[in-house]
């Protein structure tokens, strides 16, 4: 079982920066995490990924160049770092970890934990 808890999330203007952060605890031994996020009446979305061991990064076309995912296995954390927002970006976030090795970790099909969701709000 892994347990995931996010924070970071609020409003923030145009053109302003966050920081999301999602802890990870458990036994299991998680391979990959991400991020995703949902604006109301939308689909889930893909953010951003990466994977424990090699650290291979994975990016939604419309974050590409204004968002960065990294993380920090000593602390079980990963971190969104958010640039440039837009009131597009509105959406409440969730952090996603798979404990399956795979190729790709850009759907929602390849995580199997999911934390609650932190809302972030980006005013115009």
């Known amino acids: 079982q892994v347990q995931l808890v996010e924070s970071g999330g609020g409003l923030v203007q145009t053109g302003g920066s966050l920081r999301l952060s999602c802890a990870a605890s458990g036994s299991t031994f998680i391979q990959a995490m991400g991020w995703f996020r949902q604006a109301p009446g939308k689909e889930r979305e893909f953010v951003a990924g990466v994977t424990r061991i090699s650290g291979r990064t994975f990016y939604g076309d419309s974050v590409k160049g204004r968002f960065t995912i990294s993380r920090d296995n000593a602390k079980n954390t990963v971190y969104l770092q958010m640039n440039s927002l837009k009131p597009e970006d509105t959406a409440v976030y969730y952090c996603?970890?798979?404990?399956?090795?795979?190729?790709?970790?850009?759907?929602?099909?390849?995580?199997?934990?999911w934390g609650q969701g932190t809302q972030l709000t980006v005013s115009s």
């Open positions: 996603a970890a798979a404990v399956i090795l795979r190729g790709s970790y850009t759907t929602q099909a390849s995580y199997d934990y």
